[in-house]
């Protein structure tokens, strides 16, 4: 079946932003491959080399689809080509090398020192055999300091960032927030790392070395925390779901849901009061500017939670956006993706039996999304290498001989 068949017509007429970037991608499990799959987003040619066993979390399930692969891995691999290819024999080093001729970026996610290891190091060989390649490594620390070379997982770095700290409340302590977030920001970061050096390349005609570790990834993320301490030299602490600058910026309950609330500066608090019909309210000095607001937190909690507490949340929030006022109701998962809103932006991809969350990247010209489905375990060895000029013999001898591997090892 052609799985580009339920494509919408405006994405299958074009190419994509990226059209013609040619990536050569050697990641597995998060960051590294939502950076690919942002890059494949939007045209990029990436060609998925896997190792013998596969990128491993085609095994995080359940859920599995059809081929046995995780929902963990379909998520963030669609657009993609799969190579299964054994890069710990000699001859595997020769056919990510030749891969490599005409690749405009390599992105890789081995321990530090790895790629050296191997001969294949940026400084000593791909950038002077590749002058013009991108090599984007994602690692857990980098290479060197007092934690260089040390793996680095999700939630490890959520914990030694400062991330966990401040999610949760006083009460829970330090919370590891519910979606991998720094592996999430490393990829989008990654990307654009590679698409800033892509840009630099067309002054200079030199690649360069873009050196990204969830280490720096996740602190930057932990703005206005770090901030806040950085002029106040206090330690920030969890709020839960108040914001730690801002009130009302928090969650409340109505008689059929919850609701988030956003009053971010003083007007905004006075027509939200004169939304409510309780202007008398931002005369109150302890809610009169956002400072004592901040102060005097659970008592302005309290009285809205009781003018809530027997309004439609749904309705009520569709009124108060129309007003102008930031508000919306506490979904689940299942309920945003079935939302009105979430259809008429085309954020969940349909291609066959397949379905994902689409590209929130939204060009007017060159739109892009999901293309194909996730492959399959070298689903496209063969095709890859007849059209980057290996022969059918050699085909044929490198998958005799193990190179090239046709089935995942377990």
């Keep these: 079946m052609d799985d580009t068949a339920t494509i919408p017509a405006q994405a299958r007429l074009s190419p994509g ?66 190579v299964g290819l054994d ?28 790629m050296e290891k191997w001969g ?80 630099e390349r067309e002054k200079s005609g030199r690649g360069q070395y873009c050196d990204m570790t969830l280490h720096d990834c996740g602190m930057a993320l932990l703005h206005p925390h770090a901030a806040n301490f950085f002029l106040s030299g206090k330690r920030p602490k969890a709020t839960g779901n108040p914001h730690p600058n801002l009130a009302p910026y928090s969650k409340f309950t109505t008689k059929t849901c919850e609701i988030f609330v956003a009053a971010g500066n003083d007007p905004a608090f006075r027509k939200f009061c004169e939304f409510l019909g309780i202007p008398d309210l931002a005369k109150d000095e302890r809610f009169a500017t956002n400072g004592q607001r901040v102060i005097n937190r659970d008592a302005l909690t309290e009285v809205l939670n009781a003018r809530f507490a027997n309004e439609d949340g749904h309705e009520l929030t569709r009124r108060m956006l129309a007003a102008g006022l930031p508000a919306g109701p506490v979904l689940h998962v299942d309920e945003a993706m079935a939302a009105e809103h979430t259809a008429f932006r085309n954020m969940v991809a349909e291609i066959g039996d397949f379905r994902a969350l689409n590209t929130p990247i939204k060009l007017s010209r060159t739109p892009g999304g999901a293309r194909s489905q996730p492959p399959r375990f070298n689903q496209h060895g063969r095709e890859v290498l007849l059209a980057r000029g290996f022969s059918e013999e050699e085909i044929a001898a490198l998958e005799n001989d193990g190179v090239i591997v046709g089935a995942r090892r377990k």
């Design 17 to 82: 932003a990226l059209a013609g970037l040619r990536v050569v991608d050697l990641t597995r499990v998060l960051g590294g491959p939502y950076c690919t799959m942002v890059l494949s987003d939007h045209g990029a040619e990436v060609i998925k080399l896997e190792p013998p066993q596969g990128d491993e979390v085609r095994d995080w399930g359940p859920p599995f689809n059809a081929d046995g692969d995780a929902s963990y891995f379909v998520g963030v691999n669609r657009n993609k080509r799969s």
């Design 87 to 114: 890069l710990s024999k000699p001859a595997g080093k020769e056919v990510l090398l030749r891969l490599l001729e005409g690749a405009d970026v390599l992105v890789e996610n081995f321990k530090p020192g790895s």
């Design 120 to 199: 294949l190091g940026y400084e000593a060989v791909l950038s002077k055999t590749f002058p013009r390649l991108i090599h984007c490594r994602v690692s857990g620390f980098g290479g060197e300091g007092p934690l260089g070379g040390f793996p680095g997982y999700d939630a490890v770095l959520q914990a030694m960032v400062g991330l966990m700290s401040i999610n949760g409340t006083e009460t829970s302590g330090p919370t590891r927030l519910g979606n991998p977030i720094v592996d999430i920001a490393t990829g989008l970061f990654s990307t654009i790392a590679i698409l800033m050096a892509l840009h």
